[in-house]
């Protein structure tokens, strides 16, 4: 019976839609897209055919298609049938997309639907002789960057047989309930049998045929549910990936075809509702796009189209600072606010792997009370217990999460997708309600109306719980009650996946780590410079950073097109950046009248200069300037520095090498500690074999020993105010040099590295073994740090082999502790004794080329009494990314003293970020408790201010705490942020 059910439905669809005409065609191509207005520039294909192939991968061009409905088609629904093998967007003659089109042969999980949008709705009732002129614009690429031929598949003008359509999804719907449901129940047999009934009925499929199916299906299509015990809170998605196997231009126009397709499915179906995250995608639509982007706000007003998630773009949470993340929700908030007047509450990060635990505490103090994502469903090794949930971060902020039940976020809005949720929802005994995302993403263009008309008939249907379609606002309003019934989850959400994407494509993560630091540097050299600035350039900037955040761009997973494009941005981004921070601090010389050592580190540090007199040692007050001139006179000799053969040494450390260039001892002079683990060797360079994508690193990888580079050369020397060991390696086609510094200053050992990398499916790595036993070591995180177990005595500590660490990672116990430091490195692995950083990966796909470069980057060994708090680990980590800025002075103008302060903290906080506020002329001041303990602080200031008022993340003024005052004393809990806006 079902073959026969299954073989009728095959049928009845073949009999929708009947071409009855040819389209001509030509087309003008393009290697890059072009704007309407220019359509008809580039190369000119006349009279295409079926079959004939109009460009290669990335190709881009404007079809124009021309033809006449005929006489036939009176009184009958027109479409037009078009497919490219491409993506594609209908235009309409303003120069508006009205409609986004996928080819038939795009790739797609077929589980969860076909992805094919070939049909145009042209004429609802056609007269006969209307004349079909209209342009299309096309890209050679499927909706995952595939190339599918470049040819051109149907260019038809067909007619829609309407009630052979609605028929199609009424026995459609029906049959997937029918395969949803157990077989032994009453409803399936019944439905079943109605089905066959209806199959034995259906032979020519004519009006008379349909009418008498109709009348047998509709007692069981119109069969209610009764009172359910959950219900689906249903919204429109299409996830759309900025940059991934496609190049970000395409994605301005995957973001047409998709606005447009959900704005027509709007004016057709009353009930749907579509939601969008992302506003950078947003303003691409209002830049490239604006007729469109009005009828956007339009549906928003209307409460069709909801603006969602409320992150500039969906950016990694390992990877991106915490200033950062702050950032993306200040930009993209604001965005919604300005564009719609629409004050979004929930963060939207369906597809990110992973979510660091300071998270909660930036969301409230943001004023987003939500969270959803579903990624957490593709871990490998334990089973995420939770859908419905309270997740507390590392401060104790608690934040309502919702997980998607179905785990996707491109769901078919099947019954067996309903019957999934109603199955496997884990906080039924606490909530009645799920989330459901339905739709085609990553240029599917969303929903298709084969989505819109099942679920218009699974509203209230017998056999499934209700499905309602409504925003997610609604959706997380209606749950946010009782939460105190629901599970709490403690700490990161740590996904058991995609562990390389903490090392891939290393240039950029160089770049974003670099950018990020030199941003906060521009800010504070305003500040402090008062130097005037273009606050729209500077926003620009912070946007174009946080866009290269997003989550297939940043972990390295994305194509090599992406990271050649992003890398010569990041160059001039940079460039500009620390052009403006060198005119600010020159600024800040002349004031001082002569040349100025600048600390934008809210603690004092000492460095030692040489000039033209000698060697000075200057202290620089915290977040601020001293002039170099004023500095202490010291001699070399103070510093016990020494570089003698196998051996470099100073004030605090002395270092021993072997023979194959590994460190055997290092010895820290003033705990009188030997740091390394009895017997073993530090800095070891090791190359394992890694045949994981650009995702994945296999768990497996250390089952194998890792070769080694080997030493070819080796000088210790000193270098001015450092002991310098300089070796020399090679392996295979690839060459490192390593500077092995102790500076006169410093009680840590920098590996100032450059690597000419040049192998495939390889890892380098760097590991210490360390005398240190601990059960956890400290890795450093946004806003503060989390513990990780050293152990593999559960699944769920194996699970973690590789994890993400910021600036640092800490082993310590309660004497003694060693950190490993970096300037731009997040992978790291601490089990046992044993620490170790993952420096460069080169997998194959999707990125071709990976890190197969040349790379520079700097990490330390830092060996330090007590633990992570008491060794200041945090602070070193600090100085290593943010060195002493020398400024030198272009004219004496001195103004101000020959040092000065402009903020500076008593306690266990630091001062993340100095910024111009978004609006007034206060300045805003960030600062977060950094131990995790709690703590009295003093925060002090260069002069007293009318106003010291705490404000939320977004710079929303709460409370004043001060008043003509020059310091506030505050009472901070652990790892809290805080943000305090100064007014003149």
């Known amino acids: 019976m079902k073959m026969a059910v299954r073989q009728a439905i095959d049928a009845l669809k073949e009999t929708v839609y009947t071409p009855v005409a040819e389209l001509h065609a030509e087309a003008y191509v393009t290697k890059e897209p072009v704007p309407f207005a220019q359509k008809t520039t580039g190369t000119y294909l006349p009279n295409l055919k079926k079959g004939d192939t109009w460009g290669t991968l990335w190709d881009c061009a404007w079809f124009h298609l021309k033809g006449t409905v005929p006489n036939e088609c009176k009184d009958k629904s027109v479409v037009l049938m078009l497919d490219i093998c491409g993506e594609a967007c209908v235009f309409d003659d ?13 790739d797609f999980d077929p589980s969860l639907g076909t992805p094919a949008k070939r049909i145009y709705r042209f004429l609802e009732k056609a007269n006969g002789g209307e004349a079909v002129d209209l342009w299309m614009d096309a890209g050679c690429n499927d909706l995952f960057g595939a190339y599918k031929g470049g040819h051109v598949e149907q260019l038809s003008i067909a007619v829609c047989n309407e009630k052979a359509r609605t028929l199609y999804y009424d026995m459609l719907v029906l049959f997937e309930l029918m395969e949803a449901l157990d077989e032994k129940t009453p409803r399936h047999q019944r439905v079943l049998q109605k089905l066959y009934d209806a199959a034995c009925v259906l032979g020519d499929f004519s009006d008379r045929e349909i009418d008498a199916v109709n009348e047998i299906l509709r007692p069981e299509l119109e069969k209610k549910g009764g009172d359910p015990d959950l ?41 749907y509702r579509f939601g969008a995250s ?25 409460g069709k189209f909801e603006p969602q998630g409320a992150m500039w773009v969906e950016a990694d949470a390992n990877i991106s600072s915490g200033e950062a993340l702050v950032r993306q929700i200040l930009y993209g908030t604001k965005f919604y606010k300005d564009e719609f007047d629409f004050d979004v509450k929930n963060l939207w990060l369906p597809d990110v792997f992973g979510y660091n635990a300071a998270l909660p505490q930036i969301l409230k103090k943001s004023g987003i009370d939500y969270f959803m994502t579903q990624k957490l469903s593709w871990s490998e ?12 971060g590392i401060d104790g902020t608690e934040v309502l999460t919702h997980m998607l039940a179905e785990e996707t976020y491109n769901g078919p809005a099947t019954p067996k997708a309903i019957k999934k949720v109603e199955r496997d929802f884990a906080q039924s005994d606490v909530s009645e309600n799920a989330l459901m995302l339905f739709g085609i993403g990553d240029g599917g263009g969303g929903p298709s109306p084969a989505h819109i008309e099942r679920l218009n008939r699974e509203k209230n249907l017998s056999g499934l719980i209700p499905v309602r379609q409504e925003w997610a606002r609604d959706f997380f309003e209606r749950i946010d009650h009782d939460t105190d019934r629901y599970p709490v989850w403690s700490g990161e959400l740590y996904l058991e996946k995609h562990q390389g994407t903490l090392t891939t494509q290393a240039r950029n993560k ?66 500009q950046v620390n052009e403006k921070i060198k005119e600010a601090y020159e600024m800040v010389a002349n004031k001082a009248g002569g040349d100025v050592l600048i600390n934008a580190l809210s603690w004092e540090v000492s460095r030692v200069v040489q000039t033209e007199d000698g060697l000075k040692l200057v202290t620089v007050p915290p977040m601020g300037y001293a002039r170099v001139d004023e500095g202490e006179e010291i001699s070399a000799d103070e510093f016990e520095l020494n570089a003698d053969g196998q051996m470099i040494e100073n004030t605090f450390l002395r270092v021993t090498f072997d023979e194959d260039g590994t460190i055997s001892s290092i010895f820290d002079k003033t705990n009188e500690v030997e740091v390394l683990k009895a017997g073993t060797k530090g800095n070891r360079l090791s190359v394992y074999s890694d045949k994981g994508d650009c995702w994945d690193i296999p768990i497996t990888y250390r089952d194998k020993a890792p070769e080694a580079f080997t030493l070819v050369e080796a000088n210790a020397y000193l270098d001015g105010t450092s002991a310098v060991m300089e070796q020399k390696y090679t392996y295979h086609n690839s060459t490192l040099t390593q500077k092995i510094r102790l500076s006169a200053t410093s009680a840590r050992v920098d590996f100032e590295t450059n690597v000419d990398w040049n192998e495939s499916f390889k890892m380098l790595r760097t590991s210490f073994d360390v005398d240190v036993m601990a059960e ?24 973690k082999f590789e994890v993400c660490g910021n600036k640092w990672a800490d082993l310590s116990d309660h004497n003694y502790g060693v950190a490993l430091l970096n300037d731009c490195k997040y992978g790291y692995r601490i089990k046992g004794s044993e620490m170790d950083l993952n420096l460069l990966r080169s997998p194959k796909y999707p990125g071709k080329h990976a890190d197969i470069a040349q790379h520079s980057f700097t990490y330390s060994i830092y060996p330090h009494a007590g633990d992570e708090a008491e060794g200041q680990v945090a ?30 903290v008593e306690g266990s906080a ?37 106003e010291i008022v705490r404000c939320d993340l977004m710079e929303r003024e709460q409370e004043v705490l001060a008043s003509d005052a020059a310091e506030v004393e505050l009472s901070v809990g652990g790892f809290e942020i805080v943000t305090l806006k100064l007014k003149a």
């Open 94 to 106: 303003t120069g508006c997309p009205v409609r986004g089109l996928t080819s038939v042969r795009s």
């Open 231 to 271: 219900t689906i809170s249903a919204i429109g998605h299409a996830h759309i990936d900025l940059a991934w196997l496609w190049p970000i231009r395409e994605t301005i126009r995957k973001g047409a075809r998709t606005f447009s397709t959900a704005v027509e499915n709007m004016e057709r179906y009353e009930d």
């Open 278 to 302: 992302q506003p950078q995608l947003f303003a691409w639509v209002k830049e490239h796009y604006p007729a469109l982007y009005e009828k956007v706000k339009q549906k928003v007003k209307e």
């Open 381 to 392: 090794h334990n089973k995420f217990p939770h859908h419905t949930f309270m997740w507390k």
């Open 510 to 575: 160089w770049y974003n780590r670099k950018m990020e630091l030199s941003l906060r540097e521009l800010e504070f050299a305003l500040t402090l410079s008062g130097m005037p600035y273009d606050k729209e350039w500077l926003d620009n900037v912070w946007k174009e950073v946080l866009l290269y955040q997003f989550h297939d761009i940043i972990p390295g997973s994305s194509i090599d097109r992406v990271y050649d494009e992003s890398l010569a941005r990041y160059k001039v981004l940079y460039e």
């Open 776 to 799: 956890n070591a400290s890795y450093e995180i946004q806003f503060g740090n989390i513990k990780r177990s050293t152990t593999d005595n559960t699944t769920w500590d194996m699970a």
């Open 875 to 904: 602070l070193e980590a600090y100085e290593l990314n943010i060195p002493v800025h020398y400024a030198k002075a272009s004219k004496t103008v001195e103004t101000e003293a020959c040092c000065g302060s402009f903020a500076s």
């Open 910 to 946: 630091i001062i993340e970020t100095v910024k111009p506020a978004e609006a007034g002329d206060g300045v805003i001041v960030r600062l977060y408790e950094h131990t995790g303990a709690p703590d009295r602080i003093l925060v002090s200031f260069d002069k007293n201010y009318r």
